[in-house]
C-alpha cells in the first residue's frame, strides 16, 4: 500500500517561489526514484525532476537552474524547490514514486496533484 501526500502549491507572482512536498507512506518495499511531473491545460504530462535514491538528479530543460529537487530518505519524503516561476510553469504538479518490487520489478505510484498558478 502507497499513500502520497502532497502540500506546498498555491498562487505565486511571476518571479516568486514555492515548495513542494510530497510524503510517502509505503509498506514492504523500498522507494526508488521519486520525482515530480506537471500538467498543464490541454497538455500531456511532462516531467520536471526526479531524483534516485543515491542522490542523482534529472531535470527537464525547462526548468534547469530554476527549480532544485531533493529528498529526506528517512522521512521518505521528496521536495521541489521552485524560483524564478513563470506563468508558463502554471500546471497541476504530480509526486511520482517508484518503488522496488519482488523478482526486480518496478511499481508507479502518483500523487493526487497540487496546483500552482503564476501570474504575470
Known amino acids: 500500500q502507497v499513500q502520497l501526500v502532497e502540500s506546498g502549491g498555491g498562487l505565486v507572482q511571476a518571479g516568486g517561489s514555492l515548495r513542494l512536498s510530497c510524503a510517502a507512506s509505503v509498506s514492504f518495499f523500498s522507494i526508488d526514484a521519486m520525482g515530480w511531473y506537471r500538467q498543464a491545460p490541454g497538455k500531456q504530462r511532462e516531467l520536471v525532476a526526479a531524483?534516485?535514491?543515491?542522490?542523482?538528479?534529472n531535470y527537464a530543460d525547462f526548468v534547469k537552474g530554476r527549480f532544485t529537487i531533493s529528498r529526506d530518505n528517512a522521512k521518505n519524503t521528496v521536495y521541489l524547490q521552485m524560483n524564478s516561476l513563470k506563468p508558463e510553469d502554471t500546471a497541476v504538479y504530480y509526486c511520482?514514486?517508484?518503488?522496488?518490487?519482488?523478482?526486480?520489478?518496478?511499481?508507479?505510484?502518483w500523487g493526487q496533484g497540487t496546483h500552482i498558478t503564476v501570474s504575470s
Open positions: 511520482n514514486v517508484v518503488l522496488r518490487l519482488p523478482i526486480g520489478s518496478r511499481g508507479n505510484y
Open positions: 531524483i534516485t535514491s543515491g542522490g542523482s538528479t
